[in-house]
């Protein structure tokens, strides 16, 4: 039955039976009144007159009114005869008076008289009993009718009070229960109510949902399972190793290659913190130096060499930072890192070959060089050479000479690349360093016409530096600053102390460097575009390898149209 019926039919039912309680009652109540109002107006009456009679009777022989008194309440009771024989009694009690009036020394009259009186009010009496016997039995039913509707009210009510609370409370119980139970992500759970009612409904819809929410669950879950496994096997089979770290840097995943040349077991280093196996494991220390202690300045990492497989390898390292902005917020929040080692051996080898043969070509190539040099010399000593002659030995002279400083820097190229600059860092005097330079440009920037001015303190500190690579990069800085200076300008050597450094500059009045290339013409054989053919584009990258070596730090300030001022610190002795 449905909630609805049920509650309109129990409350309905208690409502008829209160209403039929009512009316008993009601009806009864009335009945009883009827019963005492009749015992009232019809015998009640009669005795109050009979009495009122028998008093005047009394007085007559004295008193004339008590006469009137006898033959009003007389009056009164003739039109208030209710019982059988009651009139017979009145009638022979008036035909008794009529004679006593007449007669009022009679003896027996009065006797008479009272006699007829007594009969009426035993008449009274007696119905007085018989009416109060029905009144009687009329409370005694209605007492009966009035008990039989309350007890029904109550077993009805008692029955809903039992039943009804339950009825709509449990229902609503259990569906709350599964509602919870769903909500904590339990999606197997079923409400069962064997009831066909509104709850029924409920519960059938509840279990509609509860399953499509499952379904949806499992095809999400699946689906998500597959994606998951997708990307694993995507990673896996990467050529490249990579480790995955969280925000506090526990090794979420590694692929096969990381774990290969990590040379650990994959349940050793899986759900393991990177700082605990950095402790036993070189290749994880070195991965996460960065990351425990980020570099200050973006200085290129150095290749990691790591010896796997029986052969050594080369990676390049890059730490990728997740970060994700999680829904319903604005700010970001740190995940942790990935950690992919880019394998470069291939390229490492190549360029292992290139320098090589650098070296060696360079290395072959002094010697014809300084050969052809020596034999124009020869020549020109010898004499009898003609203008013209004199000229193309001039030509072979510059070109021995360039060919002579290209080979020089090859040979030096070579030697950072291959990690061979032998530096002899001492106690240096940077007056003396300066002096070398100056001396070794000096042709050279007497034939454009140009000043070199140098600003030096007469107390210099000592700097740490191998006085002569120090001085091939003040030489380089110089030459370069008389080759894009033009005639007759100045160019400024400064040196100055600056905290624990030394700041050594070369300024010239040139056309400057485009900020675009500023950051690149460190890199080798990089020249800007447009710019003197006659360089290699390896002498500020030699430049910086020489003074990193040494533990310095080199730059530029340059402005196109306004000149350009290289400088590089090197640490006071
Ligand atoms: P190069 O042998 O070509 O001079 P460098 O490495 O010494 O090679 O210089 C790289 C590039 O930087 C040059 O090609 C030139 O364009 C630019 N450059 C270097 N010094 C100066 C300078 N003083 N003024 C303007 N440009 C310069």
Not at 129 to 156: D, E, H, P, S
Not at 298 to 326: L, N, Q, W
Not at 396 to 417: A, C, F, M, Y
Request: proline share 3%; charged share 25%.
């Amino acid at each position: 039955m449905r909630i609805k019926t049920k509650l309109t039919l129990g409350v309905g039912l208690l409502f008829l039976l209160i209403l039929v309680l009512a009316i008993v009652s009601s009806a009864y109540i009335n009945r009883l009144k009827n019963d005492t109002e009749n015992i009232l107006v019809s015998n009640y009456n009669t005795l109050e007159y009979t009495r009122k009679m028998m008093l005047a009777l009394d007085e007559i022989q004295q008193s004339p009114m008590a006469l009137s008194e006898f033959e009003q309440n007389l009056q009164l009771q003739k039109v208030n005869v209710t019982e059988t024989g009651e009139k017979e009694a009145t009638q022979k009690l008036e035909a008794h008076y009529m004679q006593f009036r007449t007669n009022t020394a009679s003896a027996t009259l009065p006797a008479l008289m009272r006699r007829d009186i007594s009969l009426i009010m035993t008449l009274n009496m007696q119905a007085i009993q018989r009416k109060t016997q029905i009144a009687q039995a009329t409370a005694g039913n209605g007492n009966l009718w009035i008990a039989t509707a309350g007890t029904l009210c109550f077993i009805i009510a008692f029955v809903l009070l039992v039943n009804l609370p339950g009825n709509i409370a449990n229902p609503v119980k259990a569906l709350t229960a599964s509602i919870q139970q769903i909500a904590n992500k339990n999606y197997n759970q079923r409400v069962h109510l064997s009831q066909h009612d509104e709850f029924g409904e409920l519960a059938s819809s509840f279990n509609t949902m509860a399953e499509k929410l499952q379904e949806y669950n499992n095809s999400n879950l699946s689906e998500l399972l597959v994606e998951k496994k997708r990307i694993e096997t995507l990673i896996n089979n990467m050529h490249d190793p990579v480790i995955g770290l969280d925000e506090n840097k526990k090794i979420l995943f590694a692929n096969e290659e990381a774990i290969r040349i990590s040379g650990m077991q994959r349940e050793k280093l899986i759900g393991q913190q990177a700082q605990d196996i950095a402790v036993t494991n070189d290749l994880i220390r070195t991965l996460i130096r960065e990351l425990m202690e980020p570099k200050q300045n973006s200085a290129k990492a150095r290749p990691i060499k790591i010896f796997a497989d029986g052969k050594e390898s080369y990676f390049e390292e890059d730490i990728v930072t997740i970060s994700i902005t999680p829904t319903g917020e604005t700010g970001k929040k740190h995940l942790g890192h990935v950690i992919v080692l880019k394998n470069i051996t291939p390229f490492k080898e190549l360029d292992f070959a290139k320098t090589n043969f650098i070296a060696t070509v360079s290395h072959e190539l002094k010697t014809p060089i300084s050969s052809i040099k020596l034999g124009v010399q020869l020549l020109e000593k010898e004499g009898g050479i003609n203008e013209s002659q004199q000229q193309l030995l001039d030509g072979i002279k510059d070109d021995s000479n360039r060919l002579l400083s290209i080979t020089g820097e090859l040979l030096n190229l070579s030697q950072v690349e291959t990690g061979n600059i032998q530096l002899s860092i001492q106690q240096s005097n940077p007056h003396k360093i300066i002096r070398y330079a100056v001396d070794a440009v000096k042709v050279q920037a007497d034939l454009k016409q140009i000043a070199l001015e140098v600003k030096e303190d007469k107390l210099l500190p000592l700097v740490k530096a191998d006085e002569e690579k120090t001085a091939w990069v003040l030489t380089n800085f110089l030459t370069n600053a008389i080759r894009y200076s033009p005639e007759k300008s100045q160019i400024t050597i400064e040196v100055n102390p600056d905290g624990q450094q030394v700041v050594f500059s070369v300024k010239d009045q040139g056309k400057g460097i485009d900020a675009r290339y500023k950051d690149r013409i460190f890199d080798r054989y990089f020249q800007v575009p447009g710019s003197s053919r006659a360089g290699t584009g390896l002498g500020l990258a030699i430049c910086k390898e020489f003074i990193e070596a040494q533990g310095g730090s080199i730059g530029v300030d340059s402005e196109i149209g306004s000149g350009s001022n290289f400088y590089f610190l090197l640490s006071k002795a």
